[in-house]
């Protein structure tokens, strides 16, 4: 929508036109079979309409493009670009004339100008022309604000300006959930699933380039969207990654805790940061679009001061036969601890040892393995714990 000041008389004209790919032609094929009244013509009539794709009169879609018949939906991530043309409509050789672009946002104003100079003389039928691209990083309403300022003949200095204003939408809804994993008898720490779902919000299909999870500097990321057929590797949404319209789509990566932080388990706990997703993607005739997300943030799962978990234990075991499993005993805390071990039997789970033993200190972010034997005197599932 173009909100503009009163209207003077200028010697300058001032046009500003948005810079977007075309679209297909369209039509609305109308046809009947032979045997009706009007026989062939509807038919003839779509064969000569040079629209029409020859062979395929009937589709909607033609061969030739139409160019922007309004401004259009500008969506976030996406590159605005505009045409800016300043005309000399008078007789007159106009000087000094500067053409300033800016972009207000709700939050900031952005000069968009290739060259703040100004050009020393317009003469008459003579235009100054720009182009002006900018990467939408902000929802909402924005103003292009085009001024232009020059000199008259007579030396008079003249000013005027024109306000452009537009949306911005939201093309994408994404939404983030983590899962915590406990530690396999072969990984160092736990491993932390995230599951993003990525929807189209738009009115028009998007392909999706590319999905990518940037984990921060403690974190290595393995993506879970692709599987190994023959030696090559096919993503799970098959071979055309469209997304239509209002449409979801989940993509699952694996985070790991790199080494030199998971031997530390005070670091990790409470809040850390994951990273962030980078999305790209293109909708109709290429153009193209690309987000990125705020630092994602997970709740690390709390141990207490001190942590337990298994590094060993058998699948099966014979009854009332000793069985042997190996436990990792963290000290999360930042204090160091003296450890006591309390053998605790069950009425299927017996312990084979000493009871009340000391296990020594056990300093802040140390770890201890511990081998102990069990027995099981009841035959089915058991729990040790």
């Not at 106009?94 to 100004?118: F, G, M």
């Not at 943030?297 to 141990?303: D, L, N, T």
């Amino acid at each position: 929508m173009e909100v503009n000041p009163p209207k003077q008389e200028h010697l300058l004209a001032l046009k500003v036109m948005r810079l977007t790919k075309p679209t297909l032609f369209t039509n609305i094929p109308v046809t009947c079979e032979e045997k009706d009244l009007p026989g062939d013509l509807f038919n003839q009539l779509m064969r000569d309409d040079p629209s029409t794709v020859n062979g395929a009169e009937i589709l909607m879609l033609g061969e030739m493009l139409t160019l922007p018949q309004n401004f259009g939906n500008i969506f976030l991530g996406e590159t605005f670009s505009s045409y800016i043309s300043v005309h000399n409509d008078s007789n007159q050789v106009v000087k000094d004339i500067l053409v300033k672009a800016d972009l207000q946002t709700s939050s900031q104003r952005l000069n968009l100008s290739a060259s703040n100079a100004a050009v020393a003389e317009l003469k008459p039928d003579c235009c100054i022309d720009d182009v002006i691209h900018h990467e939408v990083k902000e929802i909402g309403t924005h103003i292009l604000v085009c001024a232009v300022s020059y000199t008259t003949q007579g030396g008079e200095k003249m000013y005027f300006r024109k306000f452009f204003k537009f949306q911005v939408l939201k093309p994408l809804d994404v939404k983030t959930k983590f899962y915590n994993a406990e530690s396999d008898l072969n990984s160092v720490t736990d491993e932390v699933f995230l599951e993003a779902q990525i929807q189209n919000i738009t009115t028009s299909p998007m392909f999706m380039e590319k999905v990518s999870l940037e984990p921060s500097i403690m974190y290595n990321v393995a993506e879970l969207n692709s599987v190994n057929q023959a030696g090559e590797c096919v993503t799970t949404f098959g071979s055309r990654a469209y997304l239509q319209p209002m449409d979801t789509r989940q993509y699952l990566y694996c985070l790991k805790p790199k080494k030199e932080f998971a031997e530390k388990a005070g670091i990790i706990k409470g809040v850390t940061v994951i990273g962030k997703l980078d999305i790209v993607w293109k909708t109709n005739l290429g153009e193209r679009g690309r987000l990125q997300t705020s630092q994602l943030q997970r709740m690390a799962p709390g141990y207490g001061d001190v942590r337990l978990s298994l590094e060993a234990i058998p699948d099966t075991v014979n009854l009332e036969e000793p069985f042997h499993i190996t436990c990792k005993i963290t000290n999360c805390s930042e204090r160091t601890m003296d450890l006591v071990l309390e053998m605790c039997n069950t009425s299927s789970i017996h312990w084979c040892g000493i009871s009340g033993r000391q296990l020594g200190k056990l300093h802040p972010s140390s770890s201890l393995c511990l081998a102990l034997t069990l027995l099981s005197s009841v035959q089915g599932l058991q729990v040790c714990f």
